[in-house]
């Protein structure tokens, strides 16, 4: 059983998304839009998990097929989309920095949430660090159980998508899905 490790913000987690990036990029830098970190070690100051999160965006759907052979080129394993229609996860080959990589379509609600939250955190510090302080609680309170520790980041995460402005419709999806995934 992994422990869920919430630690403070490290400088140098730029720099592994750039070393990431510059790993994959040459693979579908033809057809891919950008390579985006997102995720709390994306956001100055945030308190995270120590893994880096990033998305591989493309224009459609039907390029995630070319960027699931590229990937496995170098070692990346598809694994589905883990629950998350429009996002689509990979096993990172050993030997890398932890990370956590995905493919998405620029239009895709998973990759705009993630758009949303993490430009929105980035310019909100006093947001940024409740969340931290958030996160680091419920570490502590279920270090071994992820489905709550998700769970008790969803309202937070609502409340950000909601003053970034994202739709009620919107809002109320990602809620039903969250709550269904918990």
């Known amino acids: 059983m992994r ?3 919430v630690v403070d913000y490290d400088p140098a987690w730029p720099e592994v998304f750039q070393q990431l990036r510059l790993k994959i990029w040459p693979l579908v830098s033809d057809f ?11 956001v100055l100051g945030l308190a995270a998990k120590p893994i880096i999160d990033l998305s591989i965006v493309v224009a459609a759907e039907p390029e995630i097929l070319l960027v699931i052979e590229r990937l496995a080129i170098i070692g990346y394993l598809h694994c589905g989309n883990l ?4 996002r689509e996860a990979f096993q990172s ?3 890398l920095p932890e990370h956590h990589l995905y493919a998405c379509p620029y239009d895709s609600p998973g990759l705009q949430n993630h758009l949303a939250v993490r430009d929105y955190l980035r310019s ?3 947001m940024a660090q409740a969340y931290g302080d958030l996160k680091k609680r419920l570490a502590r309170e279920y270090p071994h159980d992820i489905g709550s520790y998700v769970a008790g ?6 409340e950000v998508l909601r003053r970034a402005g994202l739709p009620a419709d919107q809002l109320k999806a990602i809620e039903i899905a969250n709550r269904k995934r918990t």
């Open 32 to 42: 891919a839009l950008s390579v985006e970190h997102v995720g709390s070690t994306a």
């Open 93 to 95: 080959p050993a030997g």
């Open 124 to 126: 909100h510090c006093e």
């Open 153 to 158: 980041k969803t309202d937070f995460l609502l």
């Open 83 to 86: 629950g998350i229609e429009g």
């Open 3 to 5: 422990t869920i490790v």
